[in-house]
């Protein structure tokens, strides 16, 4: 499976000219570029399923809206200039998910932990200060091309030791592995084996999370 370029022209068109009317006139445009990104999603669902289990069903379903929803927000224009989609991984033992992102000048994949609950993030916390040398090996050395990145408190969280050794680490909020593509690669046919390649090498930070997230601090399973 080979995205062609369409997929970009018509995001670098709408961004251009982002309102409805437009929209309505290239809308035969805009569903031929979809139906290529879901034919992508599809097959990219595909691979990642030889090596994890996945819940989501289809690359359609996997797809966000190109609607923006600008209720609550001061930027009121109504579509996104990107496409992007994610697969969530199945079953309660398995947890975080896959993001991928395609537009012009910024396509990449993602994985990871966005915005944990409370109870999540300081389960979280307590096994990085607990195992701090296994996840920085995880990060550091088993993650490929991946890069972790996420928001960061300004201080050491409250509970935890501020000359805890991981400190750096206990500051995150967010936990997420990212990596970029070039639109060259994007376009190119290899683009499928790159991004599920990226999500193989993730597989050990979503252990290490999963485990954190399916026991106590004493490493007994909660049902």
């Known amino acids: 499976m080979q995205l062609n370029s369409s997929v970009f022209h018509f ?61 609550f927000s001061k930027e009121k224009l109504p579509y996104k200039t990107w496409w992007s989609g994610s697969f969530t991984r199945a079953t309660k033992q398995l947890r975080g998910g896959y993001y991928f992102h395609l537009e012009q000048g910024n396509s990449f994949v993602a994985g990871g932990f966005w915005n944990p609950e409370k109870e999540d993030l300081l389960r979280i916390r307590q096994e990085i200060a607990n195992y701090e040398d296994e996840f920085r090996n995880i990060i550091k050395n088993k993650i490929g091309n991946l890069s972790f990145e996420g928001e960061q408190l300004k201080t050491c969280p409250k509970g935890f ?63």
């Open 161 to 223: 030791d501020k000359e805890h050794s991981a400190v750096d680490l206990l500051r995150y909020k967010q936990f997420i592995l990212i990596q970029k593509f070039t639109d060259e690669e994007v376009l190119d046919s290899d683009i499928i084996n790159k991004m599920n390649a990226s999500y193989k090498n993730m597989r050990p930070f979503f252990d290490f999370m999963s485990l954190a997230l399916t026991t106590d601090i004493n490493g007994v399973p909660i049902h």
């Open 11 to 71: 995001l670098t068109n709408l961004k251009e000219n982002n309102n409805r009317d437009w929209f309505q006139v290239n809308k035969p445009d805009y569903e031929t570029a979809l139906a290529t990104v879901v034919a992508f999603a599809d097959k990219l669902l595909e691979e990642t399923k030889k090596h994890d289990n996945i819940e989501t069903l289809s690359g359609k379903k996997s797809l966000f809206r190109i609607y923006r929803d600008v209720r």
